[in-house]
């Protein structure tokens, strides 16, 4: 254990804190105007997530990659029975109930599925249409069930899987032609079919939100006075008009940003993207012993990115409003969780390079 | 154990990482840039933004100005009111918010909609009243609803509250929401659509003074426009109160005992020329101007022949008849045609310009002087001295006496009246003047055209011997107890002798005090001097005369003009009754009612 200490990046560990606590600070902000202790709760979790994170990290990497698949099918039975006990009691939402904290199960589901493709990638030189047919299974099977919970936005982040893996593998071009024709058709078909009129109201007011100030397009317009009125400087800590008087919507998940830019101004957003910067930068940047190792970190790193670039652009309506919270930052006990301990197979596959075995 | 073959090469690793660092570091700046975009070049409009989302305006109604008449009784005061106003832009389902107003209010939706389109040119944020004095079911009925109709907004607004009701309408006016056309006006600069104004009377005329200053609070509000904090509070100012002449007390008691006629009464303190009464009637109930008035009731006085909502006083026009006898005279004694020993012999008729024209005491009077011809308003008198005049003549007299222009006692729309002259008729209706008009215009009829209150200033005038009285209404205008500004009475000197009057009055005291045609009015120990009027409909030589005056609306007007006392006049009074029929029984005894009243 202590060489798993003596290993550890601890700098860039100190940085996911740090970006874990100003996450709080926030929390605690917006908490004045939810008039709800959510950074108690929020405190509380990250407190399970540093626990968690120490734990997984003890545990061999061998293992971690061999029950991935089994871990896989145990996390997508759980969403198929919630969805089924969702459609019997009607209300059922996403959430497992283990006494007083919720667990949302879907946040979960993104390790096995980085571990499992990690291992098919390290595997093959080339995508072919059967590679291509296991990677659409493992991410296929748990998107619709989290689709039709629904969490599109969730669902739709686990895209970024399929995209790193056509970007790191070579893969044949017949895939990519027959994948744009199904992407264009099957955009087609749930525009028309499956979507529901909210969900397409913020589709369309993402390209005019102006016209739909008062409806749809209020959250992106709200959000984008919060984070222009905070100026260079911002307005001070618990001083943003726009979070304390209740015009931000979701402030303290999905819209944790604009309340950062509202209240620290321009100074703050860059403090916190330097921060993710580093994460990024030291996680992308490393020696791996084996390929899949090499795979999963960037597999699982991408994720992150991919959400956090969708989280902030959303804020500064760059893009369509997903209902997808900033990673490590926003409130969301199952968010931190998975992420702690998807960074500590991270950290535990570093340490690996420097360990003999 | 698991041991990989390596597909990557170190190198490969490498490649990829440093292709990867590269992306995040231009992903990183583009980021910062497009923050640095709103953050720092567009920070000033997004802060104008964050700044109109909490901060908001809310104005509150001013009262409007006290009205009190001389004794300090308040016959204007204001009442707190809820409104129903309606926020256009925050509209969800029009024809919902129709049908509902409908239901709550029962105006019809056509009406409604009328309502709303007044307002086109009006920012969608601003509050169009729609309702006035709802009920306290009905503002709590709405309130229950304000989730489902959040364009809704219920005010509390002063309305205008008249606590004598009836009594004094025409004096006080009523309020109106202002026109289109009003709005245009420069005088209506400062006011807004949906604003209430003095439509008429002292309402009207006074409405710069009535006017309060509107309070603003500036308050802090939240996303769902709950007030959260008050940053900044400006209290409404109080109009200006409004101090009359008029004698309340007497108002009333006129307003009673003329209740059952159609006409106007006017009293006047002839130590001012502020004015203790004005009736009219039939008059109205300004009240029911202060909410919205219904379709019905507006229709009743808008087509009610006896025209409740016109100020007789000022506004209506009828010819002096017999009254105008004292002008005559005044202009005979001043021309020098006829002296106090000028003597006419009266036989019922007189044969002028190939005409008869008859005396209203058929049998005749026998021979009048001036004082007789007064007293028993012969007829014969004056036509014999009106073929000796020319109407021009007459109509300076006249017009210095003040009949025919405005007498600006401070109330709005005020009638001219006409008194006829050769030029003016030659104009106006292309005529050459007969000799024939100006025997008819000697005893007040013909073309002339007066007001009860020109007549009232007339008689003051004489009653004061020569000292023409600036009538007015308005004692002075206060604000917070003090005063902003008092009338001070003026007085016009009329160039005539003082002796002529003192003959036209001992004319006037014999009228009254000597078995005139004015007995009726006499109160003992008041030596009241006075003139009646009865100005015939038809005349006498209508073959149906005696038939068709039995008929109301063929009746002859009543007059009668005077004062008392006679030696140190403090008050004139004029009594005028459409269609009263013989002015000596009913016009006069009302002025000598009125008299003892004031007297008591």
Redesign the interface.
């Known amino acids: 254990m202590n060489d798993y200490l003596k290993y550890l990046d601890k700098f860039t560990f100190i940085v996911i804190i740090i970006i874990s606590l100003s996450g709080i600070l926030l929390i605690y902000s917006v908490s004045q105007s939810l008039e709800q202790s959510y950074y108690l709760k929020q405190l509380l979790w990250l407190s399970i997530s540093l626990i968690a994170f120490f734990i997984v990290l003890r545990i061999k990497t061998e293992f971690v990659f061999r029950s991935s698949l089994a871990l896989f099918v145990i996390l997508g039975i759980i969403l198929s029975i919630q969805l089924i006990a969702g459609q019997i009691v009607s209300g059922t939402k996403s959430w497992l109930k283990f006494g007083f904290v919720g667990v949302q199960v879907s946040e979960f589901i993104k390790i096995p599925i980085a571990l499992c493709i990690a291992n098919i990638l390290s595997k093959i030189r080339i995508i072919d249409w059967f590679t291509f047919c296991k990677l659409m299974f493992l991410l296929g099977i748990p998107f619709l069930l989290i689709a039709v919970q629904p969490d599109l936005g969730t669902a739709f982040i686990l895209t970024s899987f399929i995209i790193i893996s056509i970007l790191l593998k070579r893969i044949k071009l017949s895939i990519i032609f027959v994948s744009i024709m199904f992407v264009i058709i099957g955009s087609f078909l749930s525009w028309n079919y499956i979507l529901k009129p909210y969900q397409k109201n913020r589709i369309i007011s993402f390209f005019n939100p102006e016209k739909y100030s008062q409806s749809s397009g209020y959250q992106i317009i709200q959000s984008k006075i919060a984070i222009g009125s905070g100026g260079l400087n911002g307005k001070g800590y618990l001083k943003g008009s726009q979070s304390k008087y209740k015009f931000l919507p979701t402030r303290h998940t999905d819209f944790v940003v604009s309340v950062l830019g509202e209240e620290f101004g321009f100074i703050g957003v860059s403090f916190l993207f330097l921060l993710f910067f580093i994460l990024f930068y030291r996680q992308f940047n490393f020696k791996s012993k084996t390929d899949r190792e090499f795979y999963f970190v960037y597999l699982f790193n991408f994720f992150i990115l991919f959400q956090f670039l969708i989280n902030v652009s959303m804020s500064i309506g760059l893009f369509p409003i997903l209902g997808i919270p900033l990673p490590f930052v926003s409130y969301g006990g199952s968010s931190l969780l998975s992420f702690f301990i998807g960074e500590a197979i991270i950290f535990k596959i570093k340490i690996n390079n420097y360990l003999e075995i | ?2 041991i ?1 073959k ?3 090469s ?1 190198k490969d ?1 490498q490649r ?2 440093i292709f ?2 590269i992306v ?2 231009l ?2 700046i583009v ?2 840039f ?3 975009n ?3 070049l ?2 000033d ?3 104008t ?2 700044i109109k ?2 901060y908001r305006e809310i104005e509150i109604k001013a009262q409007r100005g006290l009205i009190v008449d001389r004794k300090n009784n308040i016959i204007a005061e204001n009442r707190l009111n809820f409104s129903l106003f309606l926020i256009r832009k925050s509209i969800k389902d029009f024809e919902k918010t129709i049908k509902f107003i409908n239901l709550v209010t029962n105006i019809d939706k056509e009406k409604i909609l009328n309502r709303i389109n007044k307002y086109k040119g009006y920012p969608g944020s601003y509050s169009i009243p729609i309702k006035k004095n709802l009920s306290l079911d009905k503002v709590i009925y709405i309130k229950s609803r304000f989730d489902e109709f959040p364009e809704f907004k219920i005010a509390i607004e002063p309305t205008r509250l008249y606590p004598y009701k009836r009594i004094g309408s025409h004096i006080l006016g009523y309020m109106g929401e202002i026109t289109l056309k009003e709005l245009n006006r420069e005088k209506y600069r400062t006011y807004n659509l949906g604003e209430n104004i003095g439509k008429s009377g002292i309402e009207k005329q006074c409405e710069e003074y009535l006017r309060g200053i509107n309070g603003v609070q500036i308050v ?5 426009g709950r007030i ?1 904090k008050v940053l900044s509070e400006k209290n409404p100012k109080i109009g200006k109160k409004i101090v009359l002449t008029i004698d309340w007390d007497i108002q009333e008691y006129i307003e009673e005992i003329f209740k059952d006629y159609i006409g106007s009464i006017g009293v006047v303190d002839l130590g001012t020329g502020g004015i203790i009464a004005i009736v009219s009637k039939p008059n109205f109930n300004p009240e029911s101007f202060s909410g919205f008035l219904g379709i019905d009731e507006w229709n009743e006085l808008i087509n009610n022949p006896n025209k409740p909502l016109t100020n007789k006083f000022i506004q209506g026009l009828y010819s002096p008849g017999s009254v105008f006898k004292i002008v005559m005279a005044l202009v005979g004694l001043q021309e020098k045609l006829i002296n106090t020993s000028t003597v006419v012999n009266c036989y019922g008729s007189v044969k002028i310009y190939g005409r008869t024209f008859h005396c209203w005491n058929t049998s005749g009077h026998g021979p009048m002087d001036i004082y007789n011809a007064l007293k028993n308003s012969c007829n014969v008198f004056f036509y014999t001295l009106g073929k000796k005049l020319n109407i021009d003549i007459i109509a300076k007299y006249a017009r210095m006496l003040g009949l025919g222009s405005q007498t600006n006692i401070g109330l709005p729309n005020e009638k001219l009246g006409l008194i006829p002259t050769r030029s003016w008729k030659l104009e106006h209706l292309h005529q050459k003047w007969f000799p024939g008009e100006t025997i008819s215009v000697s005893i007040g009829g013909g073309l002339l055209n007066v007001t009860p209150a020109q007549v009232l200033l007339m008689i003051s005038t004489v009653a004061l011997r020569g000292n023409m009285p600036q009538l007015h209404i308005v004692k002075r205008i206060e604000e917070n107890g003090k005063i902003v500004s008092t009338f001070k009475p003026i007085f016009k000197h009329v160039p005539i002798k003082r002796k002529i009057f003192e003959i036209l009055i001992e004319g006037l005291f014999r009228a009254v005090n000597d078995e005139g045609t004015g007995r009726a009015a006499k109160v003992k120990g008041l030596d009241i001097c006075g003139k009646t009027g009865t100005q015939p409909i038809i005349s006498k030589e209508n073959p149906n005369y005696e038939r068709l005056t039995k008929i109301y609306r063929f009746k002859a007007h009543s007059w009668f003009a005077s004062f008392a006392p006679r030696n140190h006049p403090e008050i004139a009074v004029v009594v005028f009754v459409e269609h009263g029929g013989d002015a000596g029984a009913v016009a006069a005894p009302i002025a000598a009612k009125i008299y003892k009243k004031i007297f008591e």
Do not use: G, H, P
């Open positions: 154990m698991y990989e390596r597909i990557l170190i690793t990829i990482s990867v660092s995040l570091l992903l990183f980021l910062l497009a923050f640095w709103i953050q720092v567009k920070c409009y997004y802060k933004l964050a989302n909490i802090l509000k939240d996303n769902l959260q």
